[in-house]
């Protein structure tokens, strides 16, 4: 098991930054790619951004490129997401997970969800 705790949402304006973290328990931690998806009422989760178990590779979605960044501390069990000139459009429930391969395959564990909100 390893379960999955996000905090770090909140309400900022258009403009602002929010940083996420995304704390695990258990020792499988690090072999895992962690990522972040997001979800808006209506609509399918979406993949966000990715980061492999060594920290050294990492993958974002087109609509987050250059403004978010994903990070993670193998030491603290923790992936961080920083999110830099939010834009209404990210608005969402975001979602850490846990699978083998960053880009592919089926999660083996979520996290509960964190809600973002962007005003204009």
């Known amino acids: 098991q390893v379960p999955l705790v996000e905090s770090g949402g909140g309400l900022v304006q258009a403009g602002g930054s929010l940083r996420l973290s995304c704390a695990a328990s258990?020792?499988?931690?690090?072999?895992?790619?962690m990522v972040w998806f997001r979800q808006t009422p209506g609509k399918d989760r979406e993949f966000v951004a990715g980061?492999?178990?060594?920290?050294?590779?990492?993958y974002y979605a087109d609509s987050v490129k250059g403004r978010f960044t994903i990070s993670r501390d193998n030491a603290k069990n923790t992936v961080y997401l920083q999110m830099n000139n939010l834009k209404p459009e990210d608005t969402a429930v975001y979602y850490c997970?846990?699978?083998?391969?960053?880009?592919?395959?089926?999660?083996?564990?979520w996290g509960q969800g964190t809600q973002v909100t962007v005003s204009s």
């Open positions: 997970a846990a699978r083998p391969d960053i880009l592919t395959g089926e999660v083996d564990y």
């Open positions: 980061i492999t178990w060594s920290g050294g590779w990492t």
């Open positions: 258990g020792r499988t931690f690090s072999r895992y790619a």
